[in-house]
């Protein structure tokens, strides 16, 4: 193994995808960092600025092959890192030399790039969690109709179907993706506005005339795939996009968390399981444990990530005038860390949501250990109204035996009886076959199922179908 001498981020080693590492990559920065200098030229040649078609060329001949090494040793020395790739860049064009970074300040590339690599990331995220929604759709519609205890308090509650309990994860996640389409909407560059973004370089290279300023930014936009540039900054974009794009993150692991935890509380119950590999062990001491560990990864995940919600927040509050520098290493690791642990939890989820092994045996029998409790409200009322019963007496008797059920179960360990007490009372008159028609758990559910039914057909099919062709993504869980 390389590497092992020095500390690497865990989140690149063990938990991001390839593609999340490739875009926060120094590769994809530095080259596209070129192409920002090969748009500015490329725009100012064609609002009149003498570049020769020459330069162009050269700049584009060498977009890609870039020199670090030598990068690094110009930094070392001007402790400049744009300067730094401008000195290498203008090594490998001496035509095109004078030309580079004509008129921009260090935001032109930093800013731009920064923001580029925010709308890739967004894309990529968004195509994650469109594979989670399927996986989780699917779940769901494979068990609409699957009655389960509910919880609320964590105490057993009115039952619901295991269907619909998985529509409320993934209206979180709908949610989530129309938060993040919205920033992705809202997304333009900065633009090339000079030192502190009054465009005074670009007014005097362009001899004053302020409509070709304002070309140039358009020009520079549409050739890296924005419809716009800010209309207002200082030399740097307002850092309150950078909370708006990461609270797209924040809420995505808010609803991964969400869903960790109730998947491990039902692990706990023995009523789902997470996959778990042929070869994989739970404990190094306890042979048999089954631990929800990638359940467990993304709540730690996502608290890394709400977390980092501090630093963009701090970030865009403390920022002077047209622009300081405090910001940099902070959003050099905040950015990038926060992507990289969405990504992670998104392909966990995805897993888990595609891997879930139901238990309907264990969830019918804690519906059984509960519904005498929930069915006695239908069974006053079936036997006021079918036998003759009075109200008063039938309510003080479920009252008498539900409270000596639940002392037999809770000082005893003894199985719950309050169905054979209601049957040996002669006041309610009930058969067998009567309280058992009483206790059919789709009769507790109320609509749930169509609930679940109705939201998948109407909500969350025509939005997967209009994204079909982001759907079926190959994830790879390392460990």
């Keep these: 193994m390389q590497g092992t001498e020095s500390y690497r981020s865990p989140l690149c080693e063990r938990y991001a995808s390839g593609q999340m590492r490739r875009i926060f990559s120094d590769d994809v920065k530095f080259t596209t960092w070129r192409r920002l200098w090969i748009a500015l030229a490329e725009a100012e040649q ?113 039952p619901t179907t295991v269907g619909k309990r998985a529509t409320l994860w993934l209206q979180d996640l709908e949610m989530d993706l129309a938060q993040l389409d919205f920033q992705l909407s809202q997304l333009k560059l900065l633009g090339c506005k000079g030192a502190t973004g009054t465009g005074a370089s670009f007014l005097e290279l362009f001899g004053g005339d302020d409509e070709k300023v304002r070309l140039l930014e358009k020009k520079i936009a549409e050739k890296m795939g924005f419809s716009d540039c800010f209309a207002v900054s200082g030399q740097t974009y307002s850092r309150k996009l950078d909370y708006n794009v990461l609270s797209v993150l924040a809420m995505i692991a808010q609803s991964a968390h969400k869903f960790s935890n109730d998947v491990r509380l039902l692990s706990h119950l023995k009523e789902l399981d997470e996959p778990f590999e042929a070869d994989q062990i739970g404990s190094s001491a306890m042979p048999y444990k089954r631990n929800p560990m990638r359940s467990e990864r993304m709540a730690s995940l996502a608290r890394y990530i709400l977390a980092d919600m501090a630093n963009p927040a701090f970030t ?57 409790y929930l069915a006695s409200e239908n069974i006053l009322m079936y036997c006021v109204a079918k036998k003759g019963g009075d109200r008063q007496i039938l309510h003080e008797a479920l009252r008498e035996h539900s409270l000596a059920a639940a002392e037999q179960v809770k000082l005893y360990g003894g199985e719950n009886d309050l169905l054979r007490r209601i049957l040996a009372d002669e006041r309610f008159g009930l058969s067998e076959a009567e309280l058992e028609t009483l206790l059919d758990p789709a009769a507790f559910t109320g609509r749930a199922a169509r609930q679940a039914e109705e939201y998948l057909e109407e909500t969350i099919r025509p939005l997967l179908e209009a994204n079909r062709g982001q759907l079926g993504a190959q994830i790879s869980i390392k460990v």
Excluded at 121 to 134: G, T, W
């Design 46 to 158: 064609e609002l009149g600025i003498a570049i020769t078609d020459g330069q162009l060329e050269e700049m584009r001949a060498h977009a890609a092959d870039i020199d670090f090494d030598r990068a690094a040793e110009y930094e070392a020395r001007v402790r400049h890192d744009v300067m730094a790739h401008v000195l290498t860049y203008g090594e490998q064009c001496p035509k095109a030399k004078p030309v580079i970074h004509l008129g921009a300040t260090s935001s032109f590339v930093g800013d731009n790039t920064d923001i580029i690599r925010m709308k890739l990331a967004l894309v990529e995220i968004r195509k994650l969690l469109l594979n989670a929604m399927q996986a989780l759709a699917d779940f769901a519609r494979r068990y609409q109709d699957l009655p389960t205890l509910a919880y609320t308090h964590f105490q057993a509650a009115q």
């Design 316 to 372: 865009a509050a403390s920022q002077w005038f047209e622009r300081t520098l405090d910001d940099s290493a902070n959003r050099r690791i905040s950015i990038p860390e926060a992507f990289l642990a969405a990504d992670a939890i998104l392909s966990l989820y995805i897993n888990v949501a595609r891997g879930a092994r139901v238990y309907p045996g264990v969830i019918k029998k804690h519906l059984a250990d509960e519904l005498p």
